[in-house]
């Protein structure tokens, strides 16, 4: 066997590794990023908001995704339909990616997709 | 000459292999194929993988001479034949073998074409043939592709580029497609499961990145396929 395939074996074989182990952590605090992917892959739009601004929305009854106390500094982060959003002078988009600009807000409102789109490849 | 020319120019030179029954296009090119008129605007990257299963090997081995004029085999790289032609794309050959665990990876040793053969390859099932410029080839049904590249672990650049396969496919997929995608994501154990839940996760929050498709716009549709497969499985505590 070529020494290029042993190596891409053996990096198979170690990603498999981690995938098993990942899978074990799930329930646990290495599942963190997943549950808070899992979060934001639901929303189409975020924004960063005043604390203030997000114990108000908590207070209207809007939905908190635990996923943001299992941060360090925690995260209150609300979902909130976007018409909600719209009157909210101070609120700031922020890009949906594990970037810097969405792990550095500590509240943030998050806007659920609509109704699911027609798939382009319908015939 | 168009990233599109180049593919078709491919095909054309590898048509002995291409054609061999048994054998599909795999990985990246195939939402290119797929798109409407072979359009090729979903580059990703600059190869053609070659699916040879493992019960064919032999055939796809007899045909390999007719290669030589256009490729040559990578010193480096036992699997990859490289083109004499910057017009062409370079050639990667994978193993495929449907008996084999997702999970698994082994090496199908052989002197003149060693194959790595991927065990997530096993989720693939022969798809429509295309005719591409008189070439008749085949590629996998969508659904068991995009179970493939969403089960598969990868790390960095890479895996974000197979990523972006998986949406080319979502992309191209039929209702119909989903459908199944869905069932067979369900037979799955729940590690795997759970890999391509996370991968979905991964694809949905991949930024825009110079000179390949942009996955933001796909953003829904990625979201209501996980959806989806939440709700077909229920997963263990």
Known sequence: ?123 | MTFRERLFATIRAARPVLEEPGVLVVGSEVPNLLESGAASTLVVSQDLDIGVPVACHAAVKRRLPELLQYFEPSPDEPSVWTPRSPQLLEVNFVGVDASQDPAEAYVFDDDQLPLLVFGALSLIEPGAELDIEGSRIRVPRVAGLLLEKLVTDRTGEKGDRDLLVAMGLLMTAASADLDECVGAYRRLRPELRHAVRANLTLLSLIDARAGMPDPRPQRAAVAALLRRVEASAEEPR
């Open chain 1, 1 to 123: 066997m070529s020494a290029v395939f042993e190596r891409r074996l053996r990096e198979q074989r170690a990603r498999v590794l981690i995938r098993t182990h990942g899978y074990r952590q799930r329930r646990h605090a290495h599942g963190v990023w997943l549950r808070l992917r899992r979060v934001l892959a639901d929303a189409g739009a975020a924004y960063a908001v005043s604390e203030a601004d997000a114990r108000a929305l908590v207070a209207e009854g809007h939905a908190v995704q635990p996923v943001g106390a299992e941060l360090d500094p925690p995260k209150l982060i609300v979902t909130v339909p976007a018409d909600r959003v719209r009157t909210m002078a101070g609120a700031a988009p922020v890009p949906i990616r594990m970037g810097g600009d969405l792990l550095a807000a500590p509240c943030l409102v998050l806007v659920p997709f609509g109704p699911a789109p027609p798939q382009s490849g319908d015939h």
